[in-house]
Each structure stands twice: as structure tokens, then as C-alpha cells.
């Protein structure tokens, strides 16, 4: 048929019939190419998310940043609850447990806090991060990590933070100082009382004395810790107490630990009770390996005795 022939009408719909065959042809095989592919017709939505930069739920680096929020669990303490029976039923470490709780003893009623990855932890006043990452044994860079609303140069007494992959439990170590007593100051350690306070006749010069503190006999290189929370005021050698520690705790109270192998703390830190702060040694005007341990209020020197627990 000439081209003159050809109905007029039908020359005018046949370049679109040939576009909608065209795109139809089109669409028909980019569906079996995806089918072909194993995909669905829409491809992989999460893949296609990774492949912009944006997080998936199965993202690992999603999952990290979600781990950044404790979990923490909530348990009533009921009659015959110890911390160690609470620590077995819950399967988590007795030490984590006394660490992020206020309380030594167990009152049925109350309320313990658990966490699985770490403590929670009770800002101090004048309490810096870098004590907090010493305290505990974390870098700073990882408590910043886990507490995005804290500011590293501002902060605030009574606020609580997140200490994550805790390593030392200083209130777990000064529960068993204070033989699970409640008590404001516990014992530096424990070993035989070989002199007590008050008069006597000094060990080496044979002299009239009054002993301010007490000597505590253990091996040299014994674990010494904080018989409370405070700030350093003294890390050094101190004439005949040898190599010494003193903490001011507030309040007029200070305590001293004398004759030091070694110190694990240096002045201006603010340290936790139950706190390594030194090993113990035989320095300064001393007959044999002990601890000299004193507490005093306004510079007055009391019977630890009396205080301690």
C-alpha cells in the first residue's frame, strides 16, 4: 500500500504506539534481568542504604552505637539476699553490683541496680575525668565514649556517669575493708596490730613516745588503699615515715599511710575508698616491714580503733 494510501488517522498514532511498545519492551527486560540476578524487582533496600552511607538495623557500627546506652536492670532486694547470691542468680560479678549502688547492706524493699557492661559512678566535688579513668581503670577517651551528654572540662557533683569495661571496684574492695559494715572510714588493709596508739617506748631510739596511729605487720609490697574517699595532699617521702601517703577527706579528717615501698597515686588526685594508693614497705625510721596508719581532725591524731569499723 503507497504511503498515500495509508489511513490518515492511523498515521497519526502509529510513533506513539511504537514509543509505548518500545518502553513496555524496556521494562520487561530490566524485571527479568533483576529476576535472573535473584533479586526481587525492587533489589535490596538495605544494600542500597549501605551503598548512600546511611545506617542499617544489621549495621554493625548501628549496633556499637546502641551498646553506648547501659542496660540497666532493676532488683528488689528480698529477706536472705546476699550480694553474692544476687550476683549468681543475675550472673554478674558481686563487684559491679556493690560498685553502682549507694548502700553496703542488703534491706529487703529496696532497689538494686545491675549492669552487665560496667558501674555506675557518682561524681565527687572537684572530681576530675582523669581520677574517674584512674579510679576504675578505663581511659577517659572511652567514659567521654559512653556519656555523650558530660562535658570532659565541666563536671558536676552528684551527676552520675557510665564506666564502661570497669577493671578495678574500689567500693567492692572498701565493703571488704569495712567487713561488710557500714561504716566512713575502713581498714588499709589488714594484718597483725604490732603497735598500738598512744604511749610507749619508741622501737628504735628507746625513747619515751606517744604513737599517733597504728603499725600495721605485713610483708613488703602489700596492696595499701584509701581508708575513704578524698584528695591526695601527699605522695612523697616525708622524714621518718619514710615514703608516705596523706589524704584530706574533708571535714578537718585526714588520714596517713607511712613507711611506702611505693606509691601508685601523685598529689592533687582524688581518690575512691577502697582505692589502691601505694604497696607497703619498711622506708623512713622504721624495724621491719609495716603499715603506719593514722587518722586526724584538725590536725589532732585519734585512736583509728575507735573509727574504724
Known amino acids: 500500500m503507497s504511503r498515500g494510501a495509508f489511513p490518515r488517522r492511523l498515521r497519526r498514532r502509529w510513533p506513539l504506539r511504537l514509543v509505548f511498545a518500545v518502553g513496555f519492551l524496556i521494562v520487561v527486560g ?3 534481568w533483576v529476576y535472573f540476578q535473584g533479586e526481587s524487582l525492587f533489589g535490596d533496600v538495605a544494600a542500597k542504604l549501605r ?4 545506617p542499617t538495623l544489621d549495621d554493625p557500627a548501628r549496633s556499637a552505637s546502641l551498646d553506648h546506652t547501659p542496660q540497666i536492670v532493676s532488683y528488689e532486694i528480698q529477706p536472705g539476699d546476699t550480694f553474692a547470691s544476687v550476683a549468681k542468680q543475675l550472673r554478674v560479678p558481686s563487684e559491679a553490683i556493690l560498685s553502682s549502688n549507694e548502700f553496703s547492706e542488703l534491706v529487703p524493699g529496696k532497689t538494686l541496680r ?3 557492661e560496667g558501674v555506675l559512678h557518682k561524681i565527687k566535688s572537684r572530681q576530675t575525668l582523669t581520677d574517674i579513668a584512674r579510679t576504675y581503670g578505663v581511659s577517659i577517651e572511652e567514659i567521654v565514649q559512653f556519656n555523650s551528654q558530660i562535658e570532659p572540662d565541666r563536671l558536676f557533683a552528684g551527676h552520675e556517669i557510665f564506666v564502661p569495661h570497669a577493671k578495678n571496684f ?3 574492695k572498701a565493703y571488704e575493708l569495712a567487713k561488710g559494715k557500714t561504716s566512713g572510714f575502713v581498714w588499709p588493709l589488714f594484718g597483725e596490730l604490732s603497735s598500738f596508739f598512744g604511749p610507749r617506748i619508741h622501737p628504735v631510739t628507746g625513747k619515751n613516745d606517744f604513737h599517733e596511729g597504728l603499725d ?3 610483708p613488703e609490697g602489700t596492696s595499701v588503699y584509701a581508708s575513704q574517699a578524698g584528695r591526695v595532699v601527699w605522695a612523697g617521702k616525708n622524714g621518718g615515715y619514710g ?3 596523706i589524704i584530706d577527706h574533708g571535714n578537718g579528717y585526714r588520714t596517713g599511710y607511712g613507711h611506702l615501698s611505693e606509691l601508685k597515686v601523685y598529689r592533687g588526685q582524688f581518690v575512691e575508698g577502697g582505692q589502691l594508693i601505694a604497696l607497703s ?12 596508719f593514722e587518722i586526724r581532725q584538725y590536725g ?10
Not at 551503598?51 to 546511611?54: F, I, N, V, Y
Not at 614497705?281 to 603506719?292: A, D, I, M, V, Y
Open 30 to 32: 530490566m524485571a527479568s
Open 51 to 54: 551503598g548512600q552511607g546511611g
Open 114 to 116: 545491675i549492669l552487665r
Open 170 to 172: 574500689p567500693k567492692a
Open 216 to 218: 600495721i605487720e605485713v
Open 243 to 245: 615514703f608516705e601517703v
Open 281 to 292: 614497705g619498711n622506708t623512713g625510721l622504721s624495724t621491719g616491714p609495716h603499715l603506719h
Open 300 to 309: 589532732r591524731a585519734l585512736n583509728p580503733l575507735a573509727i574504724l569499723p
